[in-house]
């Protein structure tokens, strides 16, 4: 069945979906940068960056492919298109951000903390106003729910088997595990859970108003 309410918003769709995904790569980059602990993904990125060179950026497109072909192969299906963008997007995102001469590290535990906050406030709603525009979820999702589907099991309970095992092989690595990534573990689930309905209620009347606009103008 078509869903009528997405037709003719594609464009303004995909908008809200950069501009998401833009927001959240900036937010794992202060984090990454704050050097007070990162996510168990970026973790692993930067420990595999550390160890075999390229950059961060790179690491996260690579490990998304991984990821992806694994979902595919356990879910039986290719996944999504939105799911290769985001893998893609975010990496070149993340590489971006980093050239910035003013990314630096903060000399006081103080503008750590700052920056920290901010990546993780940052990250939480980049990420609830990239999925706000339902097109399509990222590497790990797809695998998540690959998982999810096949086994019957909890989502919450893949969820958090993934992020540890990430984290264990990322902290072998050299990456950077600090106590921000046990407060990234337990925050960023409530975080998002708040950010993504004020996302989509955002999302939704900029759409509906859109939609207003194009039929007064039509009319």
């Known amino acids: 069945m078509i869903n009528n309410n997405k037709i003719g918003q594609t464009g303004p769709r995909f908008i809200i979906y950069l501009l998401g995904l833009l927001v959240m790569s900036l937010g794992i980059v202060l984090l990454i940068v704050a050097d007070l602990g990162a996510t168990p993904w970026d973790v692993l990125h930067v420990g595999l960056y ?38 893609i997007l975010i990496g070149i995102f993340i590489d971006l951000y980093l050239l910035l001469p003013f990314m630096t590290t903060p000399e006081t535990i103080w503008g750590k903390f700052i920056m920290f906050a901010g990546g993780l406030l940052i990250n939480c709603y980049g990420m609830g106003l990239y999925i706000s525009a339902r097109l399509g979820t990222g590497p790990r999702d797809s695998l998540m729910m690959a998982l999810m589907n096949r086994t019957g099991w909890k989502v919450a309970y893949i969820r958090s088997s993934m992020e540890i095992i990430v984290l264990v092989i990322g902290w072998q690595l050299g990456g950077p595990v600090f106590w921000g990534t046990i407060v990234l573990s337990l925050a960023t689930g409530p975080i998002v859970g708040a950010a993504l309905p004020q996302c989509q209620r955002f999302t939704n009347k900029l759409l509906a108003r859109m939609k207003e606009r194009k039929v007064s103008i039509a009319s």
């Open 50 to 87: 550390y160890q075999l060179g390229l950059s961060i950026g790179t690491w996260s497109i690579i490990v998304g492919i991984l990821v992806l072909a694994i979902a595919a192969i356990i879910g039986k299906e290719m996944p999504k298109a939105g799911a290769y963008l985001n893998m």
